[in-house]
């Protein structure tokens, strides 16, 4: 165990030797800037002042060379050496709304949705508690690295947890993932992230998912359709896909009876074959597009939450600013 002192807040937190230096502080309750925590944002850099770490993953996209001359590292690629003194700029956005745990948990089922996204299903063994929305990173066997999933269920406090995962060519984690036999084992890390569900936001809500950028939708979509709070609220839902073949969430959101009564799904294709059909509900171009002709002036009346690969996140990004819509109600998670 080491201690790791940021400068100028005088509240040390402890840093087990198998954890990192983001993870660790999360778990005491700091708020300590990330996004991804699997090295490609570079949210969680911070500066070392004092002692050393060890980087797990040299080459991770977040950190510049820049950064490296400056002493920088990345906070969720960081292993505490020895005790340390590091700067960053905590923010109360980042403190963890459930304190992050590890537990370790058996495959129970695994799900095909469509020909390349499925659903994992682990029993943990202990709970996790987790709002609809968020994320945990899962460590395969024989994988460097963990992979972040985001939950697909609506929040809880519970020992089944659900993924949505799509396969990616030749990517080593998915690879794994959709090898795995029912009853081998992973740990699970979580829960993070900070595109959760807003219980109190007294707006309609706009969920946009890309491709992967399902589960999280889902859960949200799940979640709000269960919360007393947001009884009132209706619920717009975009999904942005390829093809046919790569449809998928609306009749998992047709299961909650609720659904019919305040739920509007519409799918959005990028990559339809000109001259065929389209089926109903259905239509062509990227999402951010469809969302434009949908909602266009009126954006700024959302509680807006999306997810999925960084060049869709840039695009929701870029015309959510055009709208001039406020950011405090826009959550997003970009799928590194
Ligand atoms: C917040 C978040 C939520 C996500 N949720 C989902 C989801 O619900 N469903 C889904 O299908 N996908 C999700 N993803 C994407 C997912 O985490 C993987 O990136 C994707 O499955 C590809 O992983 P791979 O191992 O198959 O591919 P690879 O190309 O082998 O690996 C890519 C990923 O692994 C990380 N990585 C690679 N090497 C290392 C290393 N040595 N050490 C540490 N990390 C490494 C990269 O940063 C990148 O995230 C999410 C990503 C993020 C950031
Ligand atoms: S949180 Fe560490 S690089 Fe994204």
Redesign the pocket.
């Known amino acids: 165990m080491h201690s790791i002192d940021i400068d100028g807040a005088n509240t040390p937190f402890s840093c087990a030797e198998d954890d990192t230096v983001l993870r660790a502080g999360l778990r005491a309750g700091v708020g300590f800037p990330y996004?991804?925590?699997?090295?490609?944002c570079g949210n969680c850099k911070f500066e070392l002042l004092d002692g050393e770490v060890d980087n797990?993953?040299g080459e991770?996209?977040g950190l510049s060379d820049k950064d490296r001359q400056k002493n920088r590292w990345l906070g969720c690629?960081s292993r505490a050496k020895t005790d340390l003194r590091i700067k960053l700029r905590t923010s109360e956005h980042y403190r963890a709304i459930h304190t992050p745990t590890v537990t370790s948990a058996t495959l129970a089922r695994h799900t095909a949705l469509t020909h390349d996204?499925s659903e994992f299903e682990f029993d943990c063994d202990t709970p996790l508690a987790f709002s609809s929305g968020q994320?945990a990173l899962i460590q395969l066997p024989g994988?460097?690295?963990?992979?972040?999933?985001?939950m697909?269920q609506s929040g809880s406090n519970s020992l089944r947890v659900e993924?949505?995962?799509?396969r990616?060519p030749?990517?080593?984690?998915?690879?794994v993932l959709f090898g795995l036999k029912t009853g081998e084992r992973v740990h699970i890390d979580g829960p993070?992230?900070m595109a959760y569900l807003r219980e109190d936001a007294e707006r309609d809500i706009l969920l946009v998912g890309g491709g992967?950028?399902?589960?999280?939708m889902l859960s949200l979509a799940r979640g709000a359709l269960s919360s007393e709070t947001l009884q009132t609220r209706q619920i717009h839902f975009l999904y942005g896909a390829r093809q046919v073949r790569d449809l998928c969430g609306q009749d998992l959101l047709a299961q909650s009876p609720e659904w019919a009564k305040r739920g509007h799904y519409t799918a959005v294709l990028s990559n339809h074959p000109g001259g065929e059909a389209l089926p109903e509900g259905c239509q062509t171009g990227f999402v951010h597009e469809a969302l434009q002709a949908l909602h266009g002036q009126a954006l700024s009346e959302f509680e807006i939450y999306f997810?999925g690969p960084p060049l869709m996140a840039q695009a929701m990004i870029k015309l959510l600013v055009a709208h001039k819509v406020p950011m405090n109600q826009v959550h997003f998670?970009?799928?590194?």
């Open positions: 996004e991804c925590n699997v090295g490609s797990l993953w991770a996209p690629q996204i994320y994988v460097r690295g963990p992979r972040a999933y985001s697909s993924f949505q995962v799509r990616v030749q990517g080593i984690g998915s690879e993070y992230g992967s950028g399902l589960a999280p997810a998670d970009q799928f590194y």
